[in-house]
């Protein structure tokens, strides 16, 4: 009997725990994130896989950006019946035009395309499926395309006949070379206080140096610190409070954090510790162990 009483008590406990698992899952940010619930239980899985609301924001991101293919991407966003409203590939090497665009076209009611990085992607490929969407009214309202390679001024002035609100992409031309590139704006307050068209420092970061984390311009005056994402540089406020590789002494910032290799201490006391990339790989090791897209 008791036995028994036993058994129902864990039952449902296990269904409650079920009910605030099934509460959290919409707010569960990547796909990366999704995949790892799919792993509690069978039930949980097939909730994941039948419930299309989960499946209307798409986000992939490292590790997982390297494996996705067309053809992996179409049964992802598939999942969402036509629905998808937010599409994020960042870093997706292998993605190209032609599965971006039977992406867009099943589903009509996207308002962000997010692909900074996805460098098979193509300018004329991009414009299409932004051509396609804007059809019968609906609006864009996000295009990033940061690390696209082909964009020119005649591209962007194409784009913003489409996206005419300000900010909505991603990327400008840069007043000093003429590129097409990101050009944030400067945290340094004695440049805020000058109008935009005035301020020296603005510009691309190839013209001018500038904090990959709080995007201040770095004159010849400031002190310059390597970051571990190779290229990148940090000012010296912002090293200082980042952490570091416990073998090079080098931080990540803050969007290539995901690239820490984390290592647990013995003391639960300890601060966390963890390696970048280059120091670790030179143990021969892979710090991102393999997931299955299939669910």
Same mark, same amino acid.
């Given at each position: ?171 400008? *031309?840069? &007043? %000093? +070379? ?8 400067? #945290?340094?307050? @004695?440049?805020? !206080? ?46 200082? *409070?980042? &952490? %570091? +590789? ?8 803050? #969007?290539?954090? @995901?690239?820490? !290799? ?34």
């Amino acid at each position: 009997m008791r036995t028994e009483e036993k058994e129902e008590g864990e039952e449902e406990q296990w269904r409650s725990v079920h009910e605030v698992l099934l509460i959290v899952l919409p707010y569960l940010h990547s796909l990366f994130e999704l995949l790892s619930m799919t792993r509690v239980s069978r039930s949980f899985r097939d909730a994941i896989r039948d419930e299309t609301a989960l499946w209307t924001n798409v986000v992939v991101e490292p590790p997982l950006s390297s494996r996705l293919t067309d053809e992996t991407l179409w049964d992802i966003t598939s999942k969402s019946a036509g629905k998808l409203k937010t599409l994020v590939l960042r870093q997706c090497l292998r993605v190209t035009d032609k599965g971006l665009r039977r992406v867009v076209d099943a589903n009509p009611l996207i308002r962000k395309i997010i692909v900074p990085g996805c460098t098979e992607l193509t300018p004329e490929g991009i414009m299409g499926c932004v051509e396609s969407l804007t059809k019968n009214n609906h609006n864009v309202e996000t295009l990033h395309i940061n690390g696209v390679h082909g964009f020119t001024k005649h591209h962007l002035s194409s784009l913003s006949n489409y996206l005419p609100q300000k900010g909505a992409i991603d990327v400008e *031309v840069c &007043p %000093k +070379c003429e590129e097409v590139m990101m050009i944030p704006d400067c #945290s340094r307050r @004695s440049c805020n !206080h000058k109008q935009t068209s005035e301020r020296k420092c603005r510009g691309c970061r190839f013209c001018v140096p500038r904090c990959v984390e709080c995007s201040v311009c770095l004159g010849p005056d400031t002190e310059i610190q390597e970051a571990a994402c190779g290229g990148d540089v940090l000012c010296l406020e912002c090293w200082l *409070v980042l &952490p %570091k +590789c416990r073998f090079c002494n080098k931080p990540y910032c803050t #969007s290539h954090s @995901s690239l820490r !290799h984390e290592i647990a201490g013995t003391d639960a006391a300890s601060r966390p510790m963890f390696e970048c990339q280059a120091c670790y790989y030179r143990a021969g090791t892979n710090p991102y162990d393999a997931f299955d897209y299939q669910i």
